[in-house]
């Protein structure tokens, strides 16, 4: 729901909305302790989207006369103008919420039903199994990252560099080579073990244990997404362009000037 | 009901020259429990995989002879129809588990194979019970600790209901009391199913006495095959071949070659009870008397030699609030060859990762030659104490073994000629001539394993460190490592620290054993005053050596608790009888 209303661009909006994402969290359960350290690790990401945005905002299209502050390289180039400021704002607080968004299903949908859901849904079963296998091995791929890491710390390596090139670089090297090398031989094992347990043996007559039965309330919440989706890319995308960042940009450009 | 037949079965992997199996054959019988043994690289792995058509459906190579499964030429089926007559349980828990959940894991096989929901529910069932995995149903299957992880993939293959179970090494990744898990449920399975099962194990202590037949291989043959008691008789030669042979068994057939009247036993109680037996109608009557007064001299006391490590209230809370060290107060000689032994998650590895730097104290100090290990950097102390992590693979990341020895001292930056020294040195010292431009991903295990050292040494420690160098290698290559750490050791000066789960070897190569246990230090002394707290050692499901149990157990007739060897059981038993 909160995903299809996000489509518009305008930042008060999408404030609002990504404040509704806070609420739900809260609903759930959430601390914001288990969040803070999923933000702190993307925070690099989001600045580097938010630095490109302003850079590159798609306002040209939009906007004849933009209402610049500052070229970066002047006379004429990279234009720093408010409605940049404006969309990039927006584009954050979208991006922030989509992440949190995700980051909240996670943690409040166990990863069964999120691959019952994809079996209900009939997409083929080696579809499920994969994603299956890789949420199970996320522990184990972490545990096995901070061993590479400290095997090569015991000799001396180091990878905290200022750099970012030589930091990627030596992370390449040294912890690439290894991770790599165990996951294909781990891709190996897996296979022969899956095959051993028979899952190619008749897909077509597979059982399913886990079952998803839909009751009136999932129905009734389908539809109202439904109506969700489609009325937010007609009121965004297709035809009414309400909660536009223009609309924004074009009232405090009238407060300014 | 499904016999599992070989018939002249030979068998060459894609790319390689030698053969893995030649001519093998073999016929299984109905509720038949079968126990295949040798030395790493003997074909055991190999013929597994024929069975369940692994070979040749999934490995390339050439395959001559016939493999029948019932009456099902492997050949002409599929892995997966195959594997549902005769189920496969892999050496590694951790990558055979794929599901979300330990329920899903356990449905997966029969849901595969189209079993209707209601007989899967119930099978899922029993096997949770069976395998005492009862609560853990909606967990991830890899967050369970190892034995938990082994008993899980036994459960997800049991409830196949396969008229055959093929076991490779089930408890080869295991610490002591996770082994001691799987094999007690394998014992159940063998006695409450009529399945046959084929165990390829190590361990054959725990397992002979449920074995209908054993069979040992040998570079790609069968070398010798029988009941297990009549194939004891020989204990010494199975020894040679790289058994880990029951210590018990080995004394007592020395022994019957004094006397060839006694009996082999085939369980630890068996031994206790006929040696008593035999005791008591061959003791000479002054040796009785004799009270248990000779302490056998320890091979070092070493209390004055200078302390290089030292800890002082050791705390180690991790992130996640696990609390790993409570309070651990030591000191490292030099010299020492350290033996550190507990279960998993006893505190081993967080304990040696704080005289690198690794991790630092949450409380209490480590000093490191002096230095104060909570400060120092990792680069620093690297150069004091080597450390080598358990798997070399996690290790390796060059493509040739010369750069792989380079590493260290590269990331040092020592001068070029320095570099190239320390290179020819290790590479002396460890026998690496001839492959220093391979690339060692295409080296073997055991190889890779001495890459791994051979690149920690490049940087001239004082101290080694070697986490679990053993497991999962046969008895043999075993002791290989063990000589080359006690080469190190005596000849390089090097002070050793073993992490370990074999007493045996804890017992026979180290002058200093620490047992650990929740995150302390219980016990820590020579090998022989540790091994005779018995009761201690108890407490933390470790076993001392066999031999040293047996000492202890028969303590009425005057035996020392702590005995170490087999030879010293010998000749204990030799001077009260004579002879």
């Known amino acids: ?257 | 009901m499904a016999d599992v037949v070989f018939e002249n079965v030979s068998y060459t992997y894609a790319g390689d020259s030698e053969p893995a199996l030649k001519n093998i054959s073999l016929r299984t019988h109905k509720g038949e429990t079968v126990l295949i043994a040798g030395p790493a690289g003997a074909g055991k792995t190999t013929l597994c995989r024929c069975i369940n058509g692994l070979i040749p459906h999934y490995f390339r190579g050439h395959l001559e002879g016939k493999v029948l499964v019932g009456d099902v030429d492997t050949r002409t089926s599929t892995i997966s129809s195959l594997s549902h007559m005769a189920a496969m349980l892999f050496q590694d828990p951790s990558s055979q588990l794929v599901n979300p959940t330990v329920f899903d894991e356990i449905a997966f096989g029969p849901e595969n194979y189209g079993v209707p929901r209601e007989e899967i529910l119930s099978r899922v069932k029993d096997s949770v019970e069976s395998m005492r995995l009862k609560g853990y149903e909606e967990r991830n299957p890899h967050s369970l600790s190892g034995g938990e992880q082994q008993a899980c993939a036994l459960a997800a293959i049991v409830s196949m209901r396969p008229e055959v179970y093929v076991l490779d090494e089930p408890t080869s990744n295991l610490d002591p009391i996770g082994s001691m898990r799987v094999l007690s449920h394998l014992s159940e399975l063998s006695k409450s199913e009529n399945a046959t099962m084929i165990i390829v194990e190590h361990k054959l202590e725990e397992l002979l006495h449920q074995v209908d037949r054993l069979i040992v291989m040998q570079e790609g043959r069968i070398v010798a095959e029988g009941e297990p008691r009549k194939m004891l008789e020989d204990a010494e030669s199975l020894n040679k071949l790289g058994l880990k042979t029951p210590q018990t068994a080995l004394l007592f057939s020395r022994l019957r070659k004094l006397d060839a009247t006694l009996k082999i036993p085939l369980t630890f109680d068996d031994a206790v009870l006929e040696m008593s037996t035999f005791l008591k109608s061959h003791m000479k009557v002054d040796a009785v008397a004799k009270p248990p007064e000779r302490v056998v001299s320890d091979r070092t006391a070493g209390n004055e030699r200078e302390t290089i490590i030292r800890t002082q209230d050791l705390v180690h809370v991790y992130e996640a609030g696990t609390v790993a060290l409570r309070g651990v107060s030591l000191e490292i000689r030099r010299g020492d060859f350290l033996a550190i032994i507990g279960q998993n998650g006893s505190g081993k590895t967080t304990l040696v990762k704080h005289f690198n730097g690794l991790l630092r104290p949450t409380q209490g100090t480590v000093s490191v030659f002096g230095l104060d290990a909570s400060k120092a950097s990792i680069r620093e102390l690297s150069t004091k104490v080597g450390y080598c992590f358990q798997n070399p693979d996690h290790q390796i990341c060059t493509d040739s073994v010369q750069k792989e020895l380079e590493f260290g001292p590269r990331n040092l930056e020592l001068p070029e000629d320095e570099i190239q020294i320390r290179v020819k040195e290790v590479t002396d010292a460890i026998g690496l001539q001839g492959m220093l431009d391979d690339n060692p991903f295409n080296r073997s295990k055991g190889e890779r394993q001495r890459i791994a050292v051979a690149s920690v040494l490049t940087m001239k420690p004082d101290v080694l460190v070697v986490d679990e160098p053993t497991t999962g290698q046969d008895d043999r290559m075993a002791r290989q490592m063990m000589d080359f750490y006690t080469k190190l050791h005596n000849e390089d000066g090097k002070t050793v620290i073993v992490i370990t789960h074999d007493m045996n070897l804890a017992a026979e190569y180290a002058n200093r054993v620490f047992v650990m246990w929740n995150g302390e230090v219980i016990l820590s002394g020579s090998p022989r005053e540790v091994f005779a707290e018995s009761e201690t050692i108890e407490k933390t499901y470790l076993k001392a050596p066999q031999i040293t149990r047996f000492a202890q157990a028969l303590k009425s007739f005057g035996f020392p608790p702590n005995v170490l060897t087999v030879d010293e059981m010998y000749s204990e038993i030799k001077q009260r009888v004579g002879g």
């Not at chain 1, 930042?11 to 809260?26: A, D, E, F, Q, T």
């Not at chain 1, 180091?158 to 970012?164: C, K, S």
């Not at chain 1, 090297?173 to 899952?199: C, H, L, T």
Request: a positive charge; proline letters at 6%.
């Open chain 1, 1 to 257: 729901m909160i995903l299809t209303v996000g489509l518009g661009t305008d930042p008060i909006y999408l404030g609002v909305v990504l404040l509704s994402v806070l609420v739900v969290m809260r609903l759930a359960k959430i601390p914001f302790s288990k969040v803070t350290p999923f933000l702190k690790g993307i925070a690099p990401v989001v600045v580097m989207y938010a630095i490109f945005n302003l850079l590159f905002p798609p306002i040209a299209t939009d906007i004849k006369d933009p209402y610049v502050f500052f070229y970066l390289i002047p006379p004429h180039t990279l234009p720093i103008s408010l409605e940049g400021c404006i969309w990039t704002i927006g584009a954050v607080l979208r991006f922030l919420m989509i992440l949190l968004v995700i980051r909240t299903i996670l943690m409040i949908t166990p990863i069964r039903d999120i691959i019952i859901t994809f079996v209900k849904l009939k997409l083929p079963p080696e579809f499920a199994l994969a994603l299956s296998i890789g949420f199970a091995y996320v522990p184990v791929l972490i545990d096995e990252n901070t061993k590479i890491k400290e095997a090569q710390q015991a000799r001396g390596w180091r990878y905290e560099y200022r750099n970012p090139a030589k930091r990627f670089n030596a992370l390449l090297k040294q912890m690439f080579v290894p991770a790599i090398f165990n996951s294909m031989r781990r891709a190996g094992d897996i296979a022969i073990a899956i095959e051993s347990r028979g899952f190619s043996h008749d897909i077509a007559k597979r059982t399913f244990v886990r079952q998803l039965k839909y009751s009136a309330n999932d129905y009734l919440v389908i539809t109202v997404l439904l109506v969700f989706l489609v009325g937010g890319l007609y009121m965004g995308t297709w035809g009414l362009r309400w909660a536009s960042y223009i609309n924004v940009a074009r009232m405090i450009r009238q407060l300014l000037l």
